[in-house]
């Protein structure tokens, strides 16, 4: 098997006396698209965060791409990672959220080349260009000059997964990415990710609760509880056949509610 | 030595001498200030003409000018005021005409639909701002309000120009009369730190047993 | 106004106390720690008042170019602060016959480095600075021998004058001599000296000021102290202070004003 | 006591002197509180206890005590341990404390109006602390507190009569020095509140502007 | 026919340059309940708004319990009320809002007992008494002491019933008063209000989108569109076989969202 390009060992992460993350092991290979889901508080989004060095971790270690992410090798022991070290790291991973956090001062394609002539050093003219592809693949590029409050969610969304795209990352993290969205919107975001799924060979862990698209766009169905993994497996096996009666008692919620798996 | 203690008990007459200027002050600014704030969104324009008279002349023009006006040009008018009347007449209505803005905006931020809520009920225009409007604004101006009396209080260092004994001005004779500056001054900076903590202290504790239960959790 | 102008003595009586200015210049004028009110002019004022049924004085600390739109404004009922009796004054107010008589003089640096010795040598020098109290004798004296209106520092009250001087923010600070003999010794620094009289100055004389109308008080007044001179109970109270009795007798108030006042 | 209009006319040229030191003294004392008031913001969001507290002590010191009494502290109590400052440079270094204390609270709030997200966005963009500062957020923080920050000038303005009390020849004191001079209060009095009135009058209009204008960010 | 107790003729009203209602007429009779249906902006909030005096109107007349409600008869013709007439006036109504509209600073018995209290100067103790009959109506009565942040929104929507109810008005009016609740809290308030239309026999005016409530409740439906009255009827006959076409596309819309009629 591939060297994996995330493994997580034994990570326990604490808010105050609240343990969110217990003990959580698990490896994503290259490539992998891997679904998170599981019902509120789960701590989903805070692996996800953790990741992105959004937030630190009380225990355990993580390796991305082969490197410590949260620590550094020093005489044979680990030591805590400098701001040096997450700064390299993070050029591997990047991240789509929940309320888009575009740049509300920059314009679409300002928002999208920033990054890149920043921490790159790309030139302006290429980062233009190579930011112009990226709004066309996402069906935003006739908007590039707009302000970010002039768009409707789902085409901010869509700048935001072109931004984080921009640095060329090797993994993409997304967090309920259309869960802010209005309904006839999260279509058209959906659309943009499942292409990226097919034509990229980029590692995604994808966080939803958008049950039939993690279907879909998953290899890879991770189901939390309370912080730890309860089941995983292939979606067709975790959707139609979960194991678990927690897992059970989480679908037929979902299929109450009036989703489709 | 046994002067300093002699010269302590000065300052500490100033000190007195500031207390009353800030809460008469203080007294008179939040007459001012309810009345300039209900003014200025009266029904009625000349009362709303009135009302922004008032707290744009006296935020526009410096309190000092209106001190020296109070104390040096009343009296030519015939309005002979002591130098705590002029001082308290000035920082009342000087710090009044900033709290007047406050408790416009504080009224203008309660929604719509409690106002609608009152029609509903029936109640009258009076009644709607006594029982349902203000008891909620309130809550709203006590922290600029505090920021105000801190205001007031530090403008009392003013007054000592036109020769009324507060404590700055007491600090000064102290001064006179030993040659000595660092002492007076430093102790009353101490005090007034005192005085303005005491009157942080006291809206805070104010404003949270008046907002308790606003945002109460559920039970 | 003469009408109520004769009520002026029967009112103070009433009232049982005078509201008099004051500076707090020693020895002219003093507030003792405890809060008393003393100096050879409020002195003179309370004896010449005692005799004449007011039983006390009540002294407000004020600038002297406050003092003279004070009474005009009835803050007090009169000025015993030293207030020098000067024709333009005359103008302004009623001045008693003269009590209190000195000579100016520079309070300088040891050795008096600049040298000078009179306010023409002041503004003949390139950028000596001379203290003055605001409203006092020696601003218009500066500003009179043509010293520039930036070189005249213009010192909220005596003390902080002879601080300006010790910090060196002034060469020069300009007081009657009495004034500022008290205020060096008080200072008990080496480092200064005196230098009196100052050249092309006279002698000044105070009077008590009242306001224009209060010419019955006034001249009861004048009638007290005329007796008070000669019995030498004057004479007492002025001569602890360091003042010169007869100094006071050698003119009168018509010659310092310069006419009838 | 009626308006002498000759003596009004007369004394308008020396008023005019003090206006320009007033102006001065509110420029530079502008200046100097818009940098302390930064440095206070920062330093006392800093997580070293021993830098946020005394720093969050002093500025609830300065900003609970009046500035009269400061400036004298200033101006005649650091000549004792060595520091002559001139009466404008103590005026102006008292007046940016002061009003330093009021604008680090203008820059707190402007920064903690900017969405956490906002910082979440530029670490996952991989940019470092001070790219994150320079084009993420103090673009959005500093138009929304350009108008308040010009309302602590204005206020400025108007406390400038207090550095009289350390012989700064601004407009009070030129006013007060005529009017001992002359025993006239009426008429410098009033022109210094008829100068007063003018200057806060445009800036209100001012204020206004800078407060549409700022209105909206983005 | 008994003589109704609102007359609605010839109103119309605009919001600038929006017309809202068109010349709207139509009688409600005394203790009638009457639900007001029609799809979003065709003027149903409105209706109720200007009974209650909280919009004006720009033309027409409405009598309440056969006065003028927002004229007064003045030498044979009409002219506008004054805020007496409508103080008057709006004692016979009474209105329930989406958002609560309760008052956040005091408790759940103040909210009922204030208006009771100031406008009709019932007692504090016979005030307090009817309260708690009303509150035990709708199952609030061991609230009464509670804040309103510390209800559920089906709770506060009880007490706003109650407070309503407290001034003992002839008409009630409803505006959506379940659309801002979570689903499991609507029956709560659904309830309350089904006793209240068995046990009284006040007027009532409903305006809902819950159809199968409507037509449970009301002796008679009116469908609004564009400020029109489309269609009226029984509930039976608007519900099930309407004549309109508009009326029957709007009811198709409901039923595909997922409502039961
Ligand atoms: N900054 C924080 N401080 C304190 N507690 C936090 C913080 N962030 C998250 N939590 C808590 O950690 C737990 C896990 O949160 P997390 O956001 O990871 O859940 P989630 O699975 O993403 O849930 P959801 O589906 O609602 O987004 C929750 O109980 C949450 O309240
Ligand atoms: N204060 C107002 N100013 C301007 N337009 C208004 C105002 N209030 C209502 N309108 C407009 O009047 C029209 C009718 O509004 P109304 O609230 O009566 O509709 P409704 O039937 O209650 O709709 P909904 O079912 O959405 O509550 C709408 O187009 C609305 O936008
Ligand atoms: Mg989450
Ligand atoms: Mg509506």
Not at chain 3, 90 to 113: Q, T
Not at chain 4, 157 to 183: C, D, G, W
Not at chain 4, 189 to 217: A, D
């Amino acid at each position: 098997m591939l060297q994996p390009i995330i493994e997580i060992d034994g990570v326990s992460k604490s808010f105050g006396a609240l343990e969110v993350l217990k003990d959580l092991s698990f490896n994503v290979a290259p490539g992998e698209k891997l679904a998170l889901i599981g019902p509120s508080g789960s701590g989903k989004t805070t692996i996800l965060r953790i990741l992105m060095t959004l937030e630190t971790i009380n225990g355990g270690t993580i390796k991305v791409d082969g490197e410590q992410l949260w620590h550094r090798e020093h005489e044979g022991g680990l030591i805590p990672a400098d701001e040096r070290h997450l700064h390299k790291m993070r050029a591997k991973i990047g991240m789509v959220f929940q309320l888009f956090n575009l740049f509300p001062h920059k314009t679409v394609l300002e928002n999208v080349t920033l990054a890149p002539i920043l921490t790159k050093g790309a030139g302006r003219e290429d980062a233009k260009r190579s930011a112009m592809t990226l709004l066309e693949m996402v069906g935003m590029a006739e908007k590039a000059d707009a302000k970010p409050a002039q768009l409707s969610g789902g085409q901010k969304q869509r700048v935001a997964i072109a931004r984080a795209l921009a640095l060329q990352p090797k993994i993409m993290l997304f967090d309920e990415v259309t869960s802010a969205l209005d309904p006839e919107l999260v279509e058209e975001v959906l659309n943009v990710m499942r292409r990226l799924a097919e034509e990229t060979d980029m590692t995604m862990l994808l966080v939803t609760h958008e049950m039939s698209f993690a279907h879909d766009f998953a290899d890879r169905v991770l189901f939390f509880d309370g912080g730890r993994i309860v089941e995983e497996g292939p979606p067709d096996d975790i959707f139609t056949q979960p194991k678990e009666e927690r897992t059970q008692a989480f679908l037929k919620k979902i299929i109450a509610a009036g989703q489709r798996i | 030595m046994a002067q300093w203690s002699g010269y302590l008990e000065l300052i500490l007459q100033g000190a007195l001498v500031t207390l009353q200027l800030t809460v008469l002050g203080t007294v008179v600014a939040l007459i001012m200030a309810f009345l300039g704030g209900l003014g200025r969104l009266s029904r009625h324009w000349w009362i709303r003409w009135l009302a922004t008279g008032y707290i744009e002349f006296f935020r526009g023009t410096s309190i000092f000018v209106q001190l020296f006006w109070a104390y040096f040009v009343l009296p030519l008018f015939g309005i002979p005021l002591s130098p705590l009347q002029a001082g308290v007449l000035a920082l009342g209505l000087n710090v009044g005409a900033y709290g007047a803005e406050v408790v416009r905006g504080a009224i203008q931020s309660v929604p719509k639909e409690q106002y609608e809520a009152c029609t509903a009920l029936n109640l009258t225009g009076w009644q709607r701002m006594r029982h349902v409007i203000l008891p909620q604004a309130f809550v709203l101006m006590l922290p600029t309000f505090g920021n105000n009396a801190i205001e007031l209080l530090k403008g009392t260092a003013v007054v000592s120009l036109i020769s009324l004994s507060d404590m700055t001005f007491q600090a000064q004779v102290v001064r006179a009369q030993t040659g000595e500056t660092a002492l007076p001054f430093l102790t009353i900076l101490l005090l007034y730190f005192v005085f303005s903590t005491a009157i942080s202290t006291a809206i805070r504790g104010l404003e949270r047993h008046l907002a308790r239960g606003l945002d109460g959790t559920r039970s | 106004s003469d009408v109520r102008a004769e009520g002026d003595l029967e009112r103070l009586k009433e009232q049982g106390f005078a509201r008099i200015a004051i500076a707090n210049e020693p020895p002219w004028t003093e507030v003792k720690s405890d809060g008393k009110v003393t100096g050879a002019a409020p002195e003179v004022a309370r004896a010449v008042l005692k005799r004449l049924g007011v039983g006390d004085v009540v002294a407000s600390i004020s600038e002297y170019g406050a003092m003279i739109p004070g009474i005009q404004a009835k803050r007090f009922d009169m000025v015993a602060a030293g207030l020098f009796i000067k024709p333009e004054r005359c103008n302004a107010v009623l001045f008693s016959e003269p009590d209190l008589c000195d000579a100016e003089s520079f309070a300088v640096k040891k050795g008096n480095p600049l040298g000078v010795k009179s306010f023409e040598a002041i503004a003949a020098s390139e950028s000596a600075k001379v203290g003055v109290v605001g409203g006092g004798t020696e601003e218009k004296l500066a500003l009179g021998a043509g010293v520039p209106r930036e070189r005249v520092v213009v010192v909220p009250d005596p003390q902080s004058g002879l601080k300006m001087l010790q910090d060196g923010r002034i060469d020069v600070y300009a007081l009657p001599v009495l004034s500022i003999s008290d205020l060096l010794k008080k200072a008990n620094d080496p480092g200064l000296e005196m230098f009196a009289p100052v050249e092309n100055t006279p002698i000044f004389c105070a009077g008590v000021a009242f306001p224009k109308g209060a010419g019955a008080l006034r001249d009861s007044y004048d009638k007290v102290l005329a007796e008070m001179k000669s019995s030498g109970e004057f004479a007492k109270i002025v001569e602890p202070f360091g003042y010169s009795a007869e100094a006071a007798s050698l003119t009168s108030r018509e010659k310092l004003c310069g006419g009838p006042n | 006591m009626d308006w002498d209009w000759v003596f009004a006319a007369e004394i308008i040229p020396t008023l005019l002197d003090g206006v320009v030191i007033t102006i001065q003294a509110t420029l530079l004392g502008s200046a100097v509180a818009m940098v302390v008031g930064m440095f206070f913001a920062i330093l006392r969001r800093s997580r070293n206890v021993f830098v946020s507290k005394p720093v969050g002590f002093f500025i609830d010191f300065v900003r609970g005590t009046p500035l009269l009494v400061q400036l004298y502290f200033l101006f005649y109590i650091l000549p004792d341990i060595g520091i002559l400052l001139s009466p404008l440079v103590a005026g102006v270094i008292g007046l940016g404390l002061h009003y330093g204390t009021y604008t680090s609270e203008v820059y707190r709030a402007g920064i903690d109006n900017v969405p956490s997200g906002q910082w979440e966005a530029a670490k996952a963009a991989n940019l470092t602390m001070p790219q994150t500062w320079c084009h993420v957020i103090l673009p959005q923080a500093i138009p929304p507190m350009i108008p308040v920050l010009a309302n602590y000038i204005v206020s400025m303005f108007k406390e400038t009569p207090l550095l009289a009390a350390i012989t700064v020849l601004e407009l009070m004191n030129q006013a007060r020095s005529l009017a001992n001079f002359h025993y006239r209060y009426l008429e410098p009095m009033t022109l210094v509140g008829v100068f007063f009135l003018i200057i806060s009058v445009f800036s209100v209009v001012l204020l206004r502007w800078l407060e549409n204008r700022f209105k909206r960010v983005g």
